[in-house]
Each structure stands twice: as C-alpha cells, then as structure tokens.
C-alpha cells in the first residue's frame, strides 16, 4: 500500500481504527498487528470484519477521508455496544 506501518498507524488512528505497529525480520517497525478480540466480543462477525478491511484499506490508499471513516466507524460501534442493555 505504499505505507510504512507507523504512517498507516497514524492514517488509521485519524479514522477512529486503532492497531499497532510490530516488528518484522530483518525491517524495522513496518507491520500492522490486528486483533480481533474486541469485535468479535462485541457480536461482530465476518460480515463486519470485510466492512473494517475495505474501509482500512481504502484510507491507507487514500480513497476514503479520515473523518468520513470515523463515521463509519462510529456507526457500525454504535450497532455492537460492547454492554447491551
């Protein structure tokens, strides 16, 4: 994608999708960790998961803006609380 993995870290942070960086063998902090715990814990399934990869990739690539994202974002937390009532 054209990104290291701090820049796409800070991209995505922007977007309201928070990951982390990681080291990869022989490179320096290059690598995105994604985990799934929260959202799955949350009743997200794969359906939601194809959601958040399109919208990662399309603000790493610069398709979709920030603060269009975060919406998006925000949204779809909005339809998984993580405590229901």
């Not at 009743?43 to 790493?60: K, Y």
């Not at 610069?62 to 229901?84: H, K, M, Q, S, W």
């Amino acid at each position: 994608l054209g990104v290291d993995g701090r820049t796409a870290r800070g991209r995505l942070a922007a977007a309201g999708l928070v990951l982390d960086c990681c080291a990869l063998p022989h490179d320096d902090d290059r690598g995105l960790r994604l985990g799934t715990a929260a959202v799955t814990t949350q009743g997200m399934g794969a359906r939601e998961m194809t959601f958040v990869a399109g919208l990662l990739a399309s603000v790493l690539r610069g398709g979709t803006e920030p603060a269009r994202a975060r919406e998006d974002v925000r949204e779809l937390a909005a339809a998984f609380p993580p405590y229901p009532r």
